[in-house]
């Protein structure tokens, strides 16, 4: 009697390696499983001593193998390239016990059509390599999510095989301790010896003993155990050369990476500058545009300002009104005119203004003329009114006694400052000083002639005492 048992083992670190290289890219990814299906029978006795013999199957994941372009292998009617499966794998074509498929930004653990195909070209392709049957090739689906603060990963795997009846059924997953074998699912010391494995290949550890030839019945087990110990030693220190070759390698490796990365993070930000720049220039052209348009636009308001201040200024004259009916009304104005008649306008208004600055200065010129008189005149000019008591002498000494004033004068203290004043203010004001010495004087009386030597003496004074001021 026996019965089937199919499961699933993998180590801790293999199941790391397998999650931070899904994590790690960008989208959805694929790629191969890698190990060996070991085939077991155990036997067990009932209390009837009857002998059942178990036959499990444990299929052991050791490695990965990612694909980073799915399309790569396949093609997009879902029908795998051999050619290129074959350079892709290489020699480890004999290791492959299956395939993983990574999504993103999903919950559902299912296989697609895609993937059925998929499972069913790769079940039939590497089963004829490794020997390993179509039913214990393994389709592996995974997902991952985070938690909102991004403190927590959270990983979902499920492993499917395609079994006999042409269903999809989900497989146990055991994760191995350091301490534990893949042989040993029960967890228990009994080491069982696998009846057939999928790889004819030996492993390293069968090599070595092998290369000893150990004749267990003649050496003692400690003779034994300290030869494997020193030929696992030299073993290790022979690896040590290729393993910093190797370490080289990827460093170099990861250098070249790391110049790429560098140099298309400059053309791309070479290309985002230049885009920049460009928006820059459309953005300055498109500002300056509407610079114009709105220097344009207020331009035209104000000649139509202007136009309409002018409508409102014929209106307001008579003499330059004139009936506008409802159905004279002009409808549009031309801004040509509008510019023409304003700067007719300004120049006339300019003209005005230099017409009369210049007959200011005509009347001013003319006061200053008029206001020039004979030395006789004004001596002979009465200060005081006609028909007073006091106005019977000629000259300005006389009538000093009285003090009465006309209506309207008001009288105002006398102080050096105000004299002052009023000697700068008449200095400002008046006109030039008349040169009194060629002046005619009749000699009919003789008042007026002691009168003016008195004037044209008091005169020169001034003049003298006025000279020396102007500076």
């Known amino acids: 009697m026996a019965d089937s048992d199919l499961l699933v083992t993998i ?103 895609k993937d059925k195909l998929l499972h069913k070209q790769f079940a039939s392709h590497f089963s004829g390599v490794n020997g390993c049957k179509e039913d214990f090739f393994l389709t592996c689906l995974l997902n991952a999510s985070t938690s909102e603060t991004s403190g927590t990963h959270k990983f979902r795997h499920v492993f499917l095989r395609h079994n006999k009846r042409g269903m999809f059924e989900p497989i146990s997953l ?50 034994s155990a300290m030869l494997i110990q020193k030929a696992a030693e030299h073993h290790l220190m022979s690896l040590i050369p290729k393993v910093c070759e190797s370490d080289l390698e990827v460093a170099e490796l990861e250098k070249q990476v790391h110049e790429l990365k560098i140099k298309i993070a400059t053309q791309q930000l070479a290309k985002r500058l230049k885009i920049n720049g460009e928006n820059c220039d459309r953005i300055s052209k498109a500002s300056k545009d509407n610079c114009f348009s709105e220097k344009i636009d207020s331009s035209k308001k104000n000649e139509v300002r202007i136009g309409d ?117 008449e200095r400002s004001t008046t006109p030039p000083e008349q040169d009194f010495s060629d002046a005619e004087c009749p000699i009919s009386s003789p008042v007026l002639r002691s009168y003016s030597q008195v004037t044209k003496k008091t005169n020169l004074d001034k003049c003298n005492s006025m000279a020396p001021l102007d500076i």
């Open 11 to 113: 180590s801790g670190a293999a199941l790391s390696l397998l999650f931070f290289e899904n994590v790690r890219s960008v989208g959805n990814q694929m790629g191969f499983l890698l190990g060996e299906a070991l085939e077991f029978i155990v036997k067990t006795y009932t209390d009837s001593d009857n002998q059942v013999e178990t036959v499990k199957i444990h299929i052991n994941v050791e490695a990965i193998v990612t694909c980073p372009l799915a399309d790569l292998l396949h093609d997009s009617t879902n029908h795998i390239n051999k050619e290129k499966l074959k350079d892709f794998v290489r020699d480890k074509s004999k290791q492959v016990i299956g395939w993983f498929c990574f999504r993103r930004n999903t919950t559902n653990l299912t296989l697609t059509l």
């Open 174 to 223: 055991k994760i191995n301790n350091l301490g534990d074998d893949a042989s040993r699912h029960d967890g228990s010391d009994y080491k069982p010896t696998p009846v057939r494995k999928s790889t004819r290949t030996p492993d390293s550890f069968t090599k070595l003993i092998e290369s000893l030839n150990l004749d267990v019945a003649r050496i003692d087990g400690l003779d």
């Open 309 to 425: 201040d002018a409508c409102l200024q014929r209106e307001h004259i008579p003499s330059c009104t004139q009936s506008v009916g409802p159905n004279n009304r002009t409808v549009c104005r031309n801004t040509a005119a509008c510019i023409a008649k304003s700067a007719e306008k300004s120049r006339r208004a300019g003209r005005s203004n230099l017409q009369e600055s210049g007959n200011q200065q005509q009347e001013t010129q003319n006061f200053f003329t008029n206001s020039r008189r004979s030395i006789p005149e004004i001596a002979t000019e009465s200060i005081c009114q006609e028909g007073s008591e006091i106005s019977m002498g000629r000259g300005r000494g006389s009538g000093r006694g009285s003090h009465e004033f006309t209506p309207g004068m008001k009288k105002i203290r006398r102080t050096p400052g105000t004299s002052h004043m009023h000697s700068s203010r």
